[in-house]
């Protein structure tokens, strides 16, 4: 399960925003049908209603599927709690919630928790340190839930403290060993037969909320009762007592309940936010936080041929792909190594950062033909083939991410220009997201993990632990490769930016030089959120975390929010 990961909401242009009058009018009408349906939204002000991505109805709460609609549209993570959670936007600084204190053992091998006593499952039962002790060594029996890939040897209790083992140390990777676990109540889940399937409907968390309904037109969530208040100097149930996630059919539909206050928080791409919001209570915010990739699957033919991807890489125009599927709201890509830089310029090994290792801005048609004619590849006819095989592909992303949607038009417009038989095809949310869980695609653009180190970035990318056969979390192109998994062992035991830039040399060089991910943009987080009923959101003056609703964050943000009334 990777929680630190920024996942997209429904993509829309301001020039939507912009319709004239009558329009927004009439879609506002068929927008607050689908908002009044979840929740009266004028019932109370401390009702906060966060925009979701079409994923269709939740069908469960299962904290160890990342893929699964309460999941993504971000529900989930107000149900269950990990022992801390990082600010995304400050490296290194967490917030204690299910753990108040660690401890790293000798190099590194162990770390030992120091467990919140006084916390309740929503259900009313004390949480023990048991359950913490339960859910790490749930995740090491199943691989299938091991979303973080974490090499746990053992674990051990003693008194209000939890200790984990490892085989090698762990240093660099502390946001997924603490970040990245959401604690399950061992009482439930030890009789719950496989992790990876059960579908959890009744969940029992210890977060801030609990599940009142689940229908079509949404999901509705109410404060628990029995919260032990956060580490924001809360006390009890969170202020914002409501919290509903309507299921919006359209960018249309969404925007203009945006627009009319219906929803209060979203994270829309909007090419002109500052025409689109004026003298409106909305601020938009979109801090540089990961790379975005075109990620291509190494076990399916075309993309499983090196000459394929590095002719895709350099036929492809990352300058077209900034400017006209992201309306220049994500600069390009300059390395790659995929880095994000300049995010983690320190990070970047000397031996990457020449001319060699820059990512071409322009399609470049001719060199990307010049690569498959060198390895072997004809025309046959408009198309490059090898033996016959015609190098054809299709490039997937859901039709919602109106965003990736251009993207991948242009990408399969540039695709062809340089021989290779490419067509862009739009899927609903939730078969997209079953065919990453699965590895069923050819070509897609996708997110990287946000993270606060570059170890998490290219343990998203490359562990082959990850690349499972039912539930991928992060490696989704299926690469296994034991050398790289070596490196990435390494490269979590180093302490020092001195020891991480050491070890990240080879794994920067690998992506350079075989393009498991082919880098194109630097992404964002969007976030837009209307400042008329509630207080307390984040700011570049007050970066205490991003203003993504479907980050798995998104819990910080709300125990910080305080009704205006």
């Known amino acids: 399960m990777r929680r630190i990961l920024t996942t997209r909401s429904l993509q829309v242009a301001s020039s939507a925003l912009a319709l004239a009058g009558a329009s927004v009018a009439v879609a506002a009408a068929s927008a607050a049908p689908a908002v009044a349906a979840v929740h009266g939204k004028a019932a109370a002000s401390s009702v906060l209603t966060v925009e979701s991505s079409p994923v269709g109805q939740a069908n469960g709460f299962n904290p160890f599927v990342s893929t699964s609609a309460s999941s993504i549209v971000g529900a989930t993570s107000l149900i269950y709690e990990p022992l801390f959670q990082a600010d995304i936007l400050k490296p290194g600084k967490y917030y204690p919630f299910l753990g108040t ?323 862009a095809v739009g899927l609903a949310v939730n078969s997209w997201n079953s065919d990453m869980a699965t590895g069923n695609f050819q070509l897609t653009m996708h997110w990287s993990n946000t993270s606060v180190a570059p170890y998490q970035l290219y343990d998203g990318w490359l562990n082959s632990a990850l690349a499972t056969k039912t539930n991928r979390a992060g490696n989704f192109e299926g690469l296994h490769n034991a050398a790289i998994d070596a490196d990435l062992k390494k490269l979590a035991a180093a302490g020092t930016v001195a020891a991480q830039v050491k070890y990240l040399t080879p794994i920067e060089q690998f992506v350079a030089k075989y393009l498991p991910v082919i880098p194109t943009v630097y992404g964002v987080s969007w976030g837009e959120y209307n400042t008329g009923a509630f207080t307390g959101w984040p700011t570049p003056s007050n970066e205490y975390e991003t203003a993504q609703p479907a980050t798995p964050t998104n819990e910080v943000v709300i125990l910080h929010l305080r009704p205006k009334s």
């Open 101 to 423: 204190s660690y401890k790293w053992g000798p190099g590194g091998k162990s770390i030992t928790f120091t467990i919140r006593k006084g916390v309740k499952w929503s259900n009313g039962t004390a949480f023990t340190p048991a359950d913490v002790a339960f859910t790490y060594n749930l995740i090491k029996s199943n691989p299938a839930i091991n979303g973080s890939g974490l090499t746990i040897s053992g674990v051990s209790t003693s008194g209000d403290t939890v200790t984990l083992h490892f085989p090698t140390a762990q240093y660099a990777n502390f946001q997924n060993i603490a970040g990245d676990v959401y604690i399950v109540p061992k009482s439930i889940w030890q009789g719950v037969g496989n992790p990876a399937t059960y579908t959890d409907t009744n969940p029992v968390g210890t977060g801030p909320y609990t599940v009142q309904s689940v229908g079509a037109s949404g999901v509705v969530m109410t404060a628990n009762p029995n919260y032990w208040g956060g580490p924001f100097g809360g006390h009890g149930a969170p202020a914002v007592k409501t919290v509903e996630f309507p299921t919006l059919s359209s960018n249309t539909s969404a925007l203009a309940a945006l627009d009319t206050g219906q929803v209060d928080w979203a994270g829309n791409f909007i090419a002109d936010p500052k025409q689109a919001f004026a003298g409106k209570p909305l601020t938009f915010w979109s801090p540089p936080l990961n790379t975005n990739t075109l990620e291509p699957n190494l076990s399916e033919w075309p993309t499983d041929q090196l000459a394929v991807r590095q002719a895709i890489s350099l036929a492809i125009s990352r300058k077209a792909i900034s400017s006209q599927g992201e309306s220049n709201t994500e600069p390009v890509a300059t390395n790659a190594s995929g880095l994000t830089l300049p995010e983690f310029n320190q990070f970047l090994a000397p031996s990457v950062k020449g001319p060699a290792y820059h990512l071409s801005l322009n399609a470049n048609a001719r060199a990307a033909e010049k690569v498959l004619e060198q390895a072997g590849y004809k025309k046959v006819g408009k198309w490059f083939a090898l033996h016959g095989k015609i190098v054809k592909l299709s490039v997937t992303d859901p039709a919602a991410y109106s965003d990736y949607a251009h993207d991948d038009r242009v990408v399969a417009a540039e695709l062809r220009a340089a021989g290779i038989d490419a067509t």
